[in-house]
Every structure is written in C-alpha cells, then in structure tokens.
Nanobody, 120 residues
Framework: VHLQASGGGWVQAGGSLRLSCAAS????????MGWFRQAPGKEREFVGA????????KYADSVKGRFTISRNNAKNTVYLQMNSLKPEDTAVYYC??????????????WGQGTQVTVSS
C-alpha cells in the first residue's frame, strides 16, 4: 500500500484543517488506518486511528473532541478533520496503514507526512 498525505498548511489558533491520505492498491479497505504526528525535537506520537470499516475510532487524549477521523473505502482515502487547532498541534502529520493500535510498530506502511503549522 502506497500512502500520500495532503492538506497541511498554516492556520491560526482556533482554526480548522482537513488532512487527506490517499492510498493506492486494492487492499486499502482491509487495513486499519492511523494518524501520527511529530513535532520538532519530539518523538512521533499517536493521534488517532480508525478500523477497516470505519465503525470504530480512537484518539489520543490531547486531540479528543477536536479531531475526527473518517474514511471512504470507495475512494481509498482516510481523513483527519482538525478543529479548534492549538499551537501545540504544530507538527508533521503522517498517515499509516496497519492494525489500528497505538504503537508505531503496529503499522506497516507510512505516508510521507504533511506539515501543519498553527500560529498563536
């Protein structure tokens, strides 16, 4: 599975962005999908995940209630809707395909990342 993330950019605090992750390959619908982020000087961290059918999602406490993950298997795409953005959300955001767990090692395929910058 090849993953291509897009939709990042610059936004003021309180604003919104929607990230997309387009996948190639016919097996996209069999994978749970995760979103991670990595800020400068910090380790990559779990943001959220969605199961293969889209019926179950989970989120890191830091984004719960502000971020929403969805997917469209017919379009081989997973989305990360980010609302009420804060400066601490600034990071490179990555999508990944795997088991949907929190651990980075649970994901086999990674997109290239898209930069999100939130100004105060």
């Amino acid at each position: 599975v090849h993953l291509q993330a897009s939709g990042g950019g610059w936004v003021q605090a309180g604003g919104s962005l929607r990230l997309s992750c387009a996948a190639s390959g016919r097996t996209f619908s069999t994978y749970d999908m995760g979103w991670f982020r990595q800020a400068p000087g910090k380790e990559r961290e779990f943001v959220g995940a969605i199961n293969w059918s889209g019926s179950f999602t989970k989120y890191a406490d830091s984004v719960k209630g502000r971020f929403t993950i969805s997917r469209n298997n017919a379009k081989n795409t997973v989305y990360l809707q980010m609302n009420s953005l804060k400066p601490e959300d600034t990071a490179v955001y990555y999508c990944a395909a795997g088991t949907g767990a929190v651990a980075i090692g649970s994901y086999n395929y990674w997109g290239q990342g898209t930069q999100v910058t939130v100004s105060s």
